[in-house]
């Protein structure tokens, strides 16, 4: 009995000694660990994000996260998380992104599983299904996708206060590239291209060679086949796919091109002008220009454009291109504004001088010949016949024209002056002008009548109403305009014009001055010799 007491005594004994070691081993042995792990499993119990790792930042209360695997590394799969650790997107994609927010309850994300791209959101799921390749960012709510090979547009935009995808292009196309200010789409399959407007509807099948919309505002370069052509933003040809080149002159007319030649169509697609000219020009210098550079000038100060065909020129309307006198002159001037008095009605009128197989004539630029191309010359200045300058209608002057040998004049508006039968005519001075035949000289008036009889030897122009006359080869005579002789007939070895009441004469060599009555005044030291070629006067002989 004792001996079993103290077995169990001392059994009891020997567990109270090993709960003693126990005891004194975690007591005295890891005190720091213990704390250490207490702290941190109450740590974790305040915070509900604990199982997470790489939490991203919140947006609206929500944030991308990785879970923890058993061994405490992060997982594989993302997931959304909200401040309370609640799962708001399952973990099971192998990347999120955020990209937008709708309301407090819809986050958009970017996801990526092993089928490839799509979207998710917070309220809604998966609203574009993981099966794209690309999904890329274009502009406001669209995004390019890529699936098969083939790209496409969606749109994610909002219905009943949750995110939705819509698609706008399906993926059929090879690319798929915005242009014009994100209004169009240009698609390409292989080589080909076409046009989509910005829901997607086909506005120019994919056909075409190349379809360049960034080219001219508010319509489409087209080529198929090498050869260009235009279309409207809605998909109407106005320029057919014949031309080496094409362009806009202004929203109004479009240019074309065939090798060296342009024709012009209106914006409506309407043929205005074959494709037959060579070049245009206006008259700043005669300066080339081309149509969408001339499109670009003050069409009021330039009412036509002059356009050549085969060397012969002709004019076009400059508002609307139609043709007002046909590409069949050698030279056409520029047009100057004359007025013109009819039954005492102003009428103004646009004139040029125009030559025809080296004939003279003059034209209006409505195409009325108002003279016929009937004059071997045309001047404006008869004093220097060495000018080789082309005549025009620029200054308010008589014009001398010549058929054969034989002199005329022409009124500064094309009317007929003088008629063309005298060997040369002078330029009018106070109301008269020299003019000579058979080897004599007389005068006649603005009506083209002989005034003074031609029968001198050699005559001066007027000047302050009067003019010599050569009566013989040493002796001159001064008359007046209506004929009558002023200062009578004197030797003189040559005579000037008057000027301030004065006249220069030379008389044995030497110079002196006359006065009106053919008083002389006093001399001149100069030489007859030095005084000549002083262009003081004109003289006939």
């Not at 567990?15 to 941190?40: C, E, H, K, N, T």
């Not at 947006?59 to 923890?68: L, P, S, T």
């Not at 024709?263 to 300066?287: D, H, L, N, R």
């Not at 009605?345 to 630029?365: D, F, P, T, W």
Request: proline share 3%; hydrophobic share 35%.
């Amino acid at each position: 009995m004792n001996d079993t007491r103290m077995f169990i005594d001392c059994r009891c004994g020997g567990l109270r000694i090993w709960m003693l070691l126990v005891l004194s081993y975690f007591v005295l042995g890891v005190p720091a660990q213990s704390i250490a792990d207490l702290a941190r499993k109450a740590e974790e119990r305040k915070d509900p994000l604990h199982a997470y790792t790489n939490v991203g930042d919140f947006h609206y209360g929500m944030a991308v996260a990785q879970k923890k695997l058993p061994n405490g590394e992060p997982g594989e799969y993302w997931g959304v998380v909200d401040e309370e650790g609640k799962v708001r997107i399952a973990f099971k994609y192998r990347s999120l992104s955020y990209e937008d927010n709708l309301n407090d309850e819809d986050n958009l994300y970017v996801c990526r599983t092993d089928r490839g791209y799509g979207f998710v959101s917070t309220s809604s799921g998966e609203i574009l299904p993981t099966t794209y390749s690309d999904l890329t960012y274009v502009d406001g709510e669209r995004w390019s996708v890529r699936r098969n090979g083939k790209m496409g547009i969606v749109k994610v935009g909002e219905a009943n206060g949750s995110f939705r995808v819509e698609t706008i292009v399906p993926c059929e196309y090879d690319q798929v590239q915005a242009g014009d200010g994100d209004e169009y789409y240009v698609v390409t399959n292989g080589s080909l291209h076409g046009l989509l407007d910005w829901d997607g509807k086909t506005v120019i099948a994919c056909v075409y060679d190349d379809v360049d919309l960034n080219k001219y505002v508010g319509f489409c370069s087209v080529k198929r086949n090498g050869l260009k052509g235009l279309m409207s933003r809605t998909g109407e040809e106005l320029v057919p796919c014949a031309f080496d080149d094409c362009g806009v002159i202004d929203e109004h007319f479009l240019w074309t091109r065939k090798g060296n030649t342009y024709g012009i169509y209106s914006s409506e697609g309407e043929k205005v002008q074959p494709c037959k000219f060579s070049s245009f020009f206006i008259y700043e210098g005669k300066k080339k220009v081309s149509l969408s550079d001339f499109a670009k000038l003050d069409r009021r100060k330039h009412p036509d454009l002059y356009a050549v065909v085969s060397g012969k020129v002709g004019t076009l309307d400059s508002e609307n291109f139609t043709t007002k006198l046909p590409c069949a002159y050698d030279y056409l001037s520029d047009f100057a504004t004359r007025m013109k008095i009819t039954n005492g009605v102003r009428m103004e009128q646009r004139l040029a001088v125009c030559r025809l197989n080296g004939k003279y004539g003059i034209v209006n630029s409505e195409g009325k010949q108002i003279q016929p191309m009937a004059f071997d010359e045309l001047r404006k200045d008869v004093s220097d016949p060495s000018s080789k300058e082309l005549p025009d209608m620029g200054s308010a002057r008589d014009l001398h024209v010549r058929i054969g040998d034989k002199w005329g004049v022409l009124t500064a508006d094309g009317e007929q002056l003088a008629e063309v039968k005298f060997d040369s005519v002078g330029v009018f001075h106070d109301g008269l002008a020299v003019v000579k035949a058979a080897e004599r000289y007389g005068y006649i008036d603005r009506s083209g009548a002989i005034v003074i009889p031609i029968q001198w030897m050699a005559a001066y122009d007027f000047s302050e109403g009067l003019a010599a006359l050569r009566v013989d080869k040493k002796h001159f005579q001064f008359i007046d305009t209506a004929g009558t002789v002023v200062i009578k007939s004197k030797k003189y070895d040559s005579v000037g014009r008057f000027r301030n009441g004065i006249c220069r004469v030379v008389k044995g060599g030497k110079v002196k001055w006359i006065d009106t009555k053919g008083k002389e005044l006093k001399e001149d030291s100069n030489s007859a010799k030095e005084d000549e070629g002083s262009g003081a006067n004109h003289f006939w002989e």
